[in-house]
């Protein structure tokens, strides 16, 4: 752009050289030896988990562009606590048999989630909404962490619901009752859409569609998520990003570290990523559509097993990154189904599926 502007003033005045196109020329000379390249960090709170950026750009800072594009991500579509954000009034049209009018983001967003549903076997569910409401992991795991962090660490104590009130939840859910036709979504009476689990995928998703132009390098991470952008090396273009993954074992460890190309969309799911822990058992945030429980919590005389591993994606998609992390988890968690599964699932969506646990990233 800088370039073309310089040209065509070249062009017009052909003996004259503008202060204006000296500078310009200046810049571009110093942006190719790099020395206009400036490194930017940023670290705020979004959808309830951090956000945070490292990149180096020749095109300034680009973080006030990303947190303002993921509040209204989240406020104006994503969240379902914010009555007139499109989930929440999804959700407020539950029984009316006119349905609601999709927006075409909301179109594309519930078609390739309910996609996923589909491939999963109901593994990965986005009509929960009824249950993760009633379980409120999110909310109990952040009480539970300021009560930790206070002096009264007893100051807390999570009362899971029983399993009456978990059936009467699950009831409400099922994704092969939601109908989008004509571009209008058509919900049962009851049923509440969660998307806590593409959030980040989308956000991020969004934030690799803004930058593409620009001559950027770095990672943005959201949660569980991470986007790498650009080349990591700019002498070596082929050297990978490395990217960290938690000891879902140990978290204030790594397990390793995957080596992924610029482009990437890695992303991450654990049981150890919000908890509550009450009579020895771990509630997590992860649920399993098909008992209404957290993964491996086990449901009342019906047996069960560990939630064992994290499961980590690498894919070329944000939305399906973080679609497919979820899936995964509850797959390769199912003693019924495990990790051969959760693999073969990823891979029809031309995703890589690494499994972590005790003997690290497999
Ligand atoms: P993530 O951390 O990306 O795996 O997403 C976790 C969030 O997704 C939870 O906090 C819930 O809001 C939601 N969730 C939990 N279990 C499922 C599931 N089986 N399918 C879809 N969404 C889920
Ligand atoms: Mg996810």
Redesign the pocket.
């Known amino acids: 752009m800088r370039l073309v502007c310089f040209l065509k003033e070249r062009k017009r005045h052909p003996g004259r050289l503008c202060a204006g196109c000296v500078c310009i020329a200046l810049s571009l000379v110093l942006s190719a030896c790099g020395s206009l390249v400036k490194t930017y960090t940023g670290t705020d709170l979004l959808m309830g988990t951090v956000l945070s950026m490292k990149v180096e750009s020749g095109d300034g800072d680009p973080w006030e562009e990303l947190t303002s594009m993921g509040q209204d991500l989240e406020t104006r579509e994503l969240s379902w606590r914010i009555e007139a954000s499109e989930v929440g009034r999804i959700n407020a049209s539950a029984g009316d048999p006119e349905g609601l009018e999709l927006s075409p983001e909301m179109e594309e967003i519930l078609t390739q989630c309910l996609a996923v549903s589909e491939e999963s076997g109901g ?4 009509t ?1 909404g009824a249950l ?1 409401q009633l379980w409120d ?2 909310r109990a795991a952040l009480k539970m962490q300021e009560a930790g962090s206070s002096a009264d660490p007893e100051g807390f104590t999570y009362t899971p619901p029983s399993d009456e009130e978990v059936q009467a939840a699950l009831a409400r859910c099922g994704y092969e009752r939601v109908r989008i036709e004509e571009h209008r979504i058509y919900l049962p009476e009851g049923m509440r859409i ?1 998307l ?3 959030g ?2 989308i956000f991020l998703g969004r934030a690799a569609e803004a930058l593409q132009e620009a001559p950027i390098s770095g990672t943005i991470s959201a ?3 991470i986007l790498t952008l650009g080349n990591k090396n700019r002498s070596e273009p082929s050297e990978p990003w490395n990217i960290g993954i938690v000891d879902p074992t140990d978290p204030s460890q790594l397990a390793g570290a995957i080596p992924v190309p610029g482009g990437s969309f890695v ?1 991450t ?1 654990g049981d150890y ?2 908890y509550v822990e009450a009579d020895g058992v771990r509630y997590h ?5 098909h008992t209404g429980y957290p ?1 491996g919590v086990k449901r009342p005389a019906s047996g069960g097993a560990e939630a064992n591993f994290a499961v980590t994606i690498v894919c070329t998609d944000g939305l399906l990154s ?2 497919l ?3 995964c ?2 797959i390769a968690n199912d003693p019924a189904r495990g990790p051969q599964q959760a693999r073969e699932l990823a891979e029809r969506f031309g995703a890589q599926m690494y499994l972590v646990g005790a003997d690290g990233i497999l």
């Open positions: 593994a990965f569910d986005i929960l993760t992991l999110d969660d806590g689990a593409v980040k995928g949660g569980g998520s992303s799911s990523e919000r945030h992860l649920l399993d559509p993964v973080d679609a992390s979820t899936a988890f509850v």
